[in-house]
């Protein structure tokens, strides 16, 4: 089945540009709740880190990382690059680009999505944070009443079509590049969502102390 590869990247900004609205609602409520001086682009940046991660796996789920698909992952790195932080936390000691990722022997590449959830799991308890607060404080948005873990989910929700949406770019999507998507989406934001659950909504002026 031939897939419409611009079509794809339309649908995969569409669901990009709803998960930045809301982080970007998100973060305004977390302010006024704590208030805090906190800046969107920070967790934006965040969020575009661990996207490009989810999205990695899935590229090299089937052991090859197409030009296509570099040029998808790229289009996600407009607030935060995620081989940027991986250079500066290594010291300049890992030094990647897109396309040196796809010229690597397989068993690098393997050895690099080992790892990368632990590479960017601080970043990921930073960027749950907030939305955890927000969603413990706030029950009814508009006319929408909301359980804890609605604004998570949404965002998750974005994250696993933008993912989905990799898998078919190169008309050869597979089980396996989904399940590695919803894999790692889970393994990086629902450990840490998990050890919030015992939190409580925090009220104005409160300190942050994850």
Known sequence: MEYDR???LDKAALAYDHAEATIRAMDDVFQNVTGSDYSAELTLAQFDMILQGVLLSVAMADGVFEDVEQDFIRQFAMHGDLLEYIRNDSNGEVDLT????????EDITAGLLQVLPRVLDDQCESFIYPLAAVDFTYSKVG???TTP?????SIEADMIRIAGLLAFVDS??????????VSMIYELEGKHWRDLLSGRALGPGQEINP
């Open 98 to 105: 897109w396309d040196a990722i796809a010229g690597l022997p």
């Open 143 to 145: 006319n929408v009443m």
């Open 6 to 8: 611009q079509e794809i």
């Open 149 to 153: 873990g609605d604004f998570l989910k």
């Open 172 to 181: 050869e999507g597979t089980d396996d590049e989904i399940n590695a998507a």
